[in-house]
């Protein structure tokens, strides 16, 4: 079993439509949850970063963290055909000052005009 | 955030031969990570690298076949060794940036024939 685990999709989603994306864990050492957006030949770009439980929003996206599930979420509102790219979810561990980031399989969403 | 600049972005190597990545951060960091994203696939991490100790390699990988230098702190390479089509990826550094998150480069694209 995988640490992190999402769905590869690809998900098609018409402009305007709200996105939801998901990522299990399975180790509850997991201290701090991050969401990438990463484009076709670029590097990921960090969306999103948080480390408690709960909801964190920042413009039209919203990170979901349940730590008692080990159930993390990203929502799109009013998605665009720019948010057209690969989702990435990663967690971390922090043991001393090392803090590697475990990342999960990324969802390709396809946002069509 | 940080700018993480990475050289070259893409290359074309035979196999048997080395190619050697630089990634230059634009502010001193203690730790440099180097990722692995093969064709579909999400990141791995490869190697930690501490700045005037030895990197310390994931399961799986190992130094004959990664070195990696970190010679200051804004400052490192990963080469890939003896170069097989299977090392055909992307190779990406990142660096934490606290509660900031981790920041990526914008990758190496790599194919050996």
């Known amino acids: 079993q995988k640490e992190v685990e999402q769905d590869p999709g690809p998900l098609s989603v018409p402009e305007g439509a709200i996105v939801s994306l998901n990522c299990t864990y399975s180790n509850s050492a997991f201290q701090y949850f991050m969401w990438y957006r990463q484009y076709s030949r670029k590097g990921p770009e960090l969306l999103m970063y948080t480390y408690s439980s709960g909801n964190k929003e920042d413009g039209r996206f919203t990170a979901q963290v349940d730590k008692s599930s080990k159930y993390i979420s990203l929502f799109i509102r009013d998605s665009q055909p720019s948010d057209s790219a690969t989702y990435l979810c990663a967690m971390s561990v922090v043991s001393g000052n090392t803090g590697k980031l475990i990342f999960g399989q990324g969802t390709t969403l396809q946002v069509k005009p | 955030s940080a700018v993480i600049s990475q050289k070259p972005s893409r290359d074309i190597c035979q196999r048997g031969t080395s190619l050697t990545i630089q990634c230059q951060v634009d502010?001193?960091?203690?730790?440099m990570f180097w990722y692995r994203q093969q064709p579909g696939q999400s990141l791995t991490l490869i190697a930690t690298a501490n700045q005037g100790s030895e990197a310390t390699y994931e399961s799986g990988f190992v130094i004959d076949k990664f070195p990696i230098s970190r010679p200051n702190l804004t400052f490192s390479t990963l080469t890939v060794s003896n170069m097989s089509p299977e090392d055909s990826s992307i190779y990406l550094c990142?660096?934490?940036?606290?509660?900031?998150?981790?920041?990526f480069g914008s990758g190496t694209r790599l194919t050996v024939v």
């Open positions: 502010s001193q960091v203690t730790m």
């Open positions: 990142s660096v934490d940036r606290g509660i900031y998150g981790y920041t």
